[in-house]
T-cell receptor, first 113, second 109 residues
Framework: NAGVTQTPKFRILKIGQSMTLQCAQD?????MYWYRQDPGMGLKLIYY???????DKGEVPNGYNVSRSTTEDFPLRLELAAPSQTSVYFC????????????FGEGSRLTVL | RKEVEQDPGPFNVPEGATVAFNCTYS??????FFWYRQDCRKEPKLLMS???SGNEDGRFTAQLNRASQYISLLIRDSKLSDSATYLC??????????FGSGTQLTVLP
């Protein structure tokens, strides 16, 4: 049972570079989320999706983009990386939008230098 | 005001102690609440859901007080393995799960 799989686990970017964080889940969950977690802080929602073809902004969407072409995949795109985007990124999924347990990936640690 | 607020701690308690964490929320429309546990450099994992009637699972008890808009987590007979960061979270009307910044617990031998 793979659950939620994130790649890469670690990445170092230079300022101005772009990259995509991949997230895939094999549980047929409709709802998927991207969070970032800065050191000693809680999780902040970047983007979320309630199903294929539907995405919406969370609390901190600036500098990021997402797409949801399939139920399984929810990639996060970083355009023009900045040092402020140095963080740990978690992808999560849940079968329903209210009251359900979130299943998290292991996280992607991104450093922008 | 943040949607979900927690005392960051740290809470340092001896083994066997009872420790309680509170978490306040500002969105009265929030329907569902949870406590997640996060070990160092790991992903959060659900510890327990919080129901209006309270929820107990072994040494852990979670309570919801809608009138005062807070949730609590009580850990009895603390173990070394309970050392972690505890995150409270609430689902608002926008179908987003909002997390507090976490409370760090260290259980000392």
């Amino acid at each position: 049972n793979a659950g939620v799989t994130q790649t890469p686990k670690f990445r170092i970017l230079k300022i101005g570079q772009s990259m995509t964080l991949q997230c895939a889940q094999d549980m047929n969950h409709n709802y998927m989320y991207w969070y970032r977690q800065d050191p000693g802080m809680g999780l902040k929602l970047i983007y979320y999706s309630v199903g294929a073809g539907i995405t919406d902004k969370g609390e901190v969407p600036n500098g990021y983009n997402v797409s949801r072409s399939t139920t399984e995949d929810f990639p996060l795109r970083l355009e023009l990386a900045a040092p402020s985007q140095t963080s740990v990124y978690f992808c999560a999924s849940t079968p329903s939008g209210m009251g359900g347990e979130l299943f998290f990936g292991e996280g992607s640690r991104l450093t922008v230098l | 005001r943040k949607e979900v607020e927690q005392d960051p701690g740290p809470f340092n308690v001896p083994e066997g102690a009872t420790v309680a964490f509170n978490c306040t929320y500002s969105n009265s429309a929030s329907q569902s609440f949870f406590w997640y546990r996060q070990d160092c450099r790991k992903e959060p994992k659900l510890l327990m859901s919080v129901y209006s009637s309270g929820n107990e699972d072994g040494r852990f008890t979670a309570q919801l007080n809608r009138a005062s808009q807070y949730i609590s987590l009580l850990i009895r007979d603390s173990k070394l393995s309970d050392s972690a960061t505890y995150l409270c979270a609430g689902f608002g009307s926008a179908r987003q799960l909002t997390f507090g910044s976490g409370t760090q617990l260290t259980v000392l031998p």
